[in-house]
């Protein structure tokens, strides 16, 4: 099983990026999905998940309606659009999937490697 994060780089502030998780070895389907970023520095926090099985999407509060998280099952990818990007979003992001969706990384077992994404103001 792996998870491949991609589409970090350099954005100015206000700016927009849309990170993709693209998972071999393993199918997205049922499980839940969640992006996790850790910035310069800092503990690794939750950002967004999705319950593939129905939907169900959550958000960190300082994400809210600015983040999009979107699975495809077709192409068993999962997305994260990041809009209105703020200097605060700088960090390596990762994708995690496991069977509940919750916000600790402890019930995750599938990691990727990571992305940057640098928002400079």
């Known amino acids: 099983v792996q998870l491949v994060e991609s589409g970090g780089g350099l954005v100015q502030a206000g700016g927009s990026l849309r990170l993709s998780c693209a998972a071999s070895?393993?199918?997205?389907?049922?499980?839940?999905v969640c992006w996790f970023r850790q910035a310069p520095g800092k503990e690794r926090e939750g950002v967004s998940c999705?319950?593939?099985?129905?939907?169900?999407?959550d958000y960190q509060d300082s994400v809210r309606g600015r983040f999009t998280i979107s699975h495809d099952s077709a192409k068993n990818m999962v997305y994260l659009q990041m809009n209105s990007l703020e200097s605060e979003d700088t960090g390596v992001y990762y994708c995690?999937?496991?069977?509940?969706?919750?916000?600790?990384?402890?019930?995750?077992?599938?990691w990727g490697r990571g992305t940057q994404v640098t928002v400079s103001s």
């Open positions: 070895g393993f199918t997205f389907q049922d499980h839940a």
């Open positions: 999705i319950g593939t099985d129905d939907g169900l999407t």
């Open positions: 995690a999937a496991g069977t509940v969706l919750t916000w600790s990384e402890s019930a995750y077992d599938y």
